[in-house]
């Protein structure tokens, strides 16, 4: 008979002696850089990543990376537990921290715990953590401080070796004098010693099942159980007959005890098959066992306190041999509606219960072949008998009490080589090396005849199955799928399939919705249709080779090939690799020797023994928990707080995730994506990824485990957060601009307005200025007394007479030239007085003076033009001057402005005034500068004050 490679089994399968059956177990080894750090105890967080601790401190591995916990810290760490979303670790240096993620905070620090070391600890929810030391009793850890419970208050004993917490926060503490039960306080509240009923004392390792029970394992006398809440707690053992040394740990996980010993590994015990005991091989090297814990994905993982981490896989089941059989070499496999698996060895058939328990034996048939005959092919019909279909001597019929009928070609079969039997209700089929033969039942079981149907091609047929239209579909050698309408029709090829030339199906399965399916060398799996043949998956890298087995598993169909499994989901048309996540290649299999049995468990015989295969949901959806454990901006470790508000400068980020640690670690890749900065979806092997400079904004980073080539969950982890604006890029700051500018643009516009005004006021004043100084020198009494100066010194000198019309001449001729500007320097400003007084000295005589005291700094600012002309011309036009007293006029300079004086002595018949000299100066002054000019008398003097302008504006 052909066997094949099924592609199962990789890496370390713990069973070699043909006595044992184990789950799949896989090994890890940690490093990180040249370290190799010795494991004495680990724990799993809710994310999946492995904390191991031991002399060289903490370290965090996903089973592929390991990096250390505290960078730089040697600290030995003596226990590690779950603790929220991530751990809480004791350091022999009498530290407790709690991890999450890449983030530390310490929680205790005390010295005795560096002299009375933490053995054991587990948290109450995320706000207390029971520790207990080899010692010093137990400690119970809260926000709201730390209370010691010791052998003075109540406990059994200070040396504490386990812990576990009820769901009533209150802890069950192992010591060396048995167990003490304690309320969520810390009180006493009840103890269960050897006297109480307990197998041991000594008390190592606790754990709790999912009915609340205890469980507690011990130094000598392994495992028993309890009930916290019964009067009697209702103790019971697990195995009367443990033999195995002291038990080190204990995890509960799917109705199976794990139990880690300190000489002989890991015994695994079956709940649902009444206490069956998996155990490591005997005769090959055992290992003392420090630590174990169970994953979130129901792996158990242990360590042996060296760097190598072991996994074992529940969902995988090895059984090479039971009672002395070697069930390596099963040849045809099937399951019946009583519970029960039938398998074929030899000539020999079995049957036992679909789960190997120490009290469960095989029961054995033995069937009347010749040597050289094989049984190929085994079916349960729904009458309870199993049909044996041999390579050879035709087919047997195994009754519920005992008989055993045989047919073969002689009673109408095609041929004496069956390879495949179904039952469909009353009606038999076969596939033979000579094509189809029916078998009808009649409605107490009984033959009523066999026949062969007419097959085309070479009648060489790998597998056959009925239709729900009472036909059949059988898979042929070369043919491809040949169809039979009825029980009684012969067969019709269909179409070749997916490739051209001869098409080859060695499997056929029906899906839960009713649906064909087949598969045969580089086929993929087929949909068989009434007319057609739809194929998918010829491109995966499993179904590239020969497909040899196929069943419907819980909506999917399950296909093993010789490199490795897949399952297909029929209705989302998904194919999963599960090869990967459950440790499949190596192993060889029978053709078709597949079965599920009825608590939906796949069984398939290999040249490894009988292996039971249970995936999980979450297995079959090929989706990877993930999980983002930290992000970094720069080397500073930030908060896992959604939606978090970064500063703008907060832009340089590393994004460090992870997926639950499975069977084949090294095979996990990411699928990323920064929505609000990546346009797609990114991919990486590596476990973390780094954005630089990211621009203000909103973000959301999803990423996605996935392993090998399958298709990456739906529900991605997530961490959403914002990097702010810069202070003047936020809205109020945006605000806060708009009104700034629109404050501006009106202040400008005003200021504008002002300036444009000011200069049309300057030059209506320039305009007036001019005006008026024209006037006041063009005017009559100024023009007469000039003209009558002249005439009297025509008469008296002529000289003096031409000097004078130069004088008038010149004054008038600088009026014009500083009519147009606004500030002319004082130097200038006194050239004209000087002018304008000369010509008045001509008339008035020694009646009036001018003294000027002003040095050249004062000289060299600035002052509107005809200032100092207007004043001394008011002086002289309003004031007496006489010989006696004469009016002398002084100018100087006193505190940064220029001081005009002259006596107050005003005429008894004032001359007509327009008001404009001082007014227009006050004007162009409070245009020019804002400092007003001091008007007033003062000690018999009338005095202006000028302000200084020292630049011109």
Not at 746 to 773: G, N
């Amino acid at each position: 008979m052909i066997r094949r490679s099924l592609g199962l089994l990789l890496g370390a399968i713990l069973v070699c002696h043909v006595q044992a059956q184990y789950p799949y177990v896989k090994s890890f080894h940690l490093q990180n850089g040249n370290l190799r750090p010795d494991v004495q105890c680990l724990a799993i967080d809710a994310h999946g990543i492995i904390w191991a601790g031991g002399a060289h401190g903490l370290f965090r591995s996903d089973g592929e990376r390991t990096d250390p916990a505290l960078a730089g810290a040697m600290d030995a760490v003596s226990a590690v537990a779950s603790f929220g979303d991530g751990v809480v670790a004791a350091f022999r240096s009498g530290a407790v921290l709690a991890f999450t993620g890449f983030r530390a905070d310490t929680l205790l620090m005390d010295t005795v715990l560096s002299r009375s070391a933490v053995h054991a600890m587990a948290a109450a929810g995320d706000s207390v953590v029971w520790l207990g030391t080899y010692g010093a009793g137990l400690w119970r850890w809260s926000r709201g401080g730390t209370r010691r419970i010791t052998m003075t208050d109540g406990l059994n004993d200070d040396h504490v070796n386990a812990i576990q917490v009820l769901a009533d926060g209150g802890p069950v503490v192992g010591t060396d004098l048995g167990i003490a039960l304690c309320s969520s306080e810390g009180g006493i509240e009840r103890k269960l010693r050897e006297e109480e009923g307990a197998t041991d004392n000594l008390v190592l390792a606790l754990a709790l099942d999912a009915e609340a029970r205890v469980w507690a394992g011990t130094d000598r006398n392994g495992v028993f159980r309890f009930e916290p809440e019964a009067p009697s707690f209702n103790v019971l053992a697990l195995d009367s007959t443990w033999s195995s040394g002291p038990v080190t740990g204990l995890v509960l996980e799917n109705s199976m005890v794990w139990a880690a010993t300190a000489a002989e590994g890991v015994r695994v015990y079956d709940l649902r098959a009444g206490i069956g005991s998996y155990a490591p091989d005997r005769d090959g090297e055992m290992e003392r066992v420090r630590g174990i814990t169970h994953g979130p994905d129901g792996s158990v993982w242990w360590c042996d306190g060296t760097n190598t981490l072991r996994r074992g896989d529940p969902d995988v089941l090895v059984v090479p041999g039971h009672e002395d059989r070697d069930l390596r070499h099963i040849t045809a496999l099937c399951s019946d509606d009583r519970g029960r698996i039938w398998f074929a060895i030899g000539d020999q058939v079995f049957h036992h219960a679909a789960a190997f328990a120490d009290a469960e034996h095989l029961a054995e048939i033995r069937l009347p072949l010749r040597p050289e005959v094989r049984i190929v092919t085994l079916q349960a019909d729904r009458w309870g008998s199993i049909w044996v279909g041999t390579f050879g001597d035709g087919v047997f019929r195994l009754m519920p009490d005992g008989a055993i009928t045989r047919l073969t070609h002689a009673n109408g079969l095609a041929n004496d080589n069956i390879l495949s039997i179904r039952a469909d209700g009353n009606v038999l089929w076969m596939a033979t090396l000579a094509g189809v033969s029916v078998v009808d039942l009649l409605a107490d079981g009984s033959v009523a005849e066999a026949r062969a149907l007419a097959t085309p091609g070479s009648g060489f047929l790998y597998d056959i199955l009925p239709t729900p239209d009472g036909g059949a579909i059988a898979a042929s050698d070369g043919n491809g799928a040949i169809r039979f309408a009825g029980p009684k029709a012969e067969g019709h090829i269909m179409a070749t399939g997916p490739t051209s030339g001869r098409q080859s199906y060695y499997s056929l399965c029906r899906d839960a919705r009713g649906g064909l399916w087949g598969c045969g060398p580089g086929t993929g799996l087929c949909l068989i249709g009434d007319s057609s043949i739809h194929c998918t998956g010829r491109d995966s890298p499993v179904l590239e080779g020969d497909v040899y087995a196929m069943a419907p598993y819980r909506g999917r169909i399950i296909a093993l090939g010789d490199q490795g499994v897949v399952a297909l989901d029929v209705r989302e048309n998904v194919l999963v690799d599960l090869s990967d996540v459950m440790g499949t290649v190596g192993a060889v299999g029978e053709l078709n020797a597949v079965c599920v049995d009825r608590e939906q468990a796949l069984w398939v015989a290999t040249d490894k023994g009988l292996v039971r295969l249970r995936p999980r949901e979450e297995v079959l959806r090929g989706q990877v928990p993930t999980a983002i454990v930290g992000w970094r901006w720069g080397d500073e470790v930030l908060p896992m707080t959604p939606g978090i508000r970064l500063n703008d400068d907060q832009n340089f980020l590393t994004f460090q995730f992870t997926g639950t640690p499975t069977a084949a670690p090294e095979r996990l890749r990411f699928e990323y994506r920064l929505v609000g900065y990546d346009r797609r979806t990114l991919s990486t092997r590596e476990r973390e990824v780094s954005y630089a400079r990211l621009p203000p904004g909103d973000y959301r980073f999803e990423v996605r485990a996935t392993l090998g080539q399958n298709a990456a969950g739906d529900a991605p982890a997530t961490l959403a957060f914002t990097i702010a604006h810069p202070w003047w890029r936020t809205y109020w700051a945006m605000a806060l601009w708009i009104v700034l500018l629109t404050v501006l643009f009106y202040a400008f516009i005003r200021l504008r307005e002002e300036r444009l005004r000011y200069r049309d006021r300057m030059e209506r004043e320039r305009v007036r200025l001019q005006l008026q100084a024209v006037r006041s020198q063009v005017n009559p009494h100024f023009l007469f007394n000039s003209f009558n100066t002249l005439m009297e010194l025509i008469e008296e000198d002529r000289d003096k007479a031409l000097a004078h019309v130069g004088e008038l001449s010149e004054f008038f001729r600088n009026i014009l030239h500083v009519r147009d500007k606004d500030l002319i320097t004082v130097e200038e400003e006194l050239q004209l007085l000087y002018t304008y007084f000369g010509l008045e000295r001509r008339r008035f005589g020694e009646r009036i003076g001018l003294e000027v005291e002003l040095d050249d700094t004062v000289k060299a600012t600035w002052l509107p033009p005809l200032t100092l002309q207007m004043l001394v011309e008011n002086a002289l036009k309003h004031n007496v001057a006489t010989r006696e007293m004469p009016l002398v006029v002084t100018i100087r300079s006193e505190q940064e402005r220029i001081l005009v004086c002259n006596p107050d002595r005003p005429r008894s018949t004032q001359q007509p005034s327009t008001g404009y000299g001082l007014e227009s100066i006050r004007k162009r002054y409070a245009d020019i500068t804002g400092d007003p000019i001091e008007v007033g008398r003062q000690d018999g003097a009338f005095c202006v004050r000028l302000p200084l302008v020292h630049q011109h504006p």
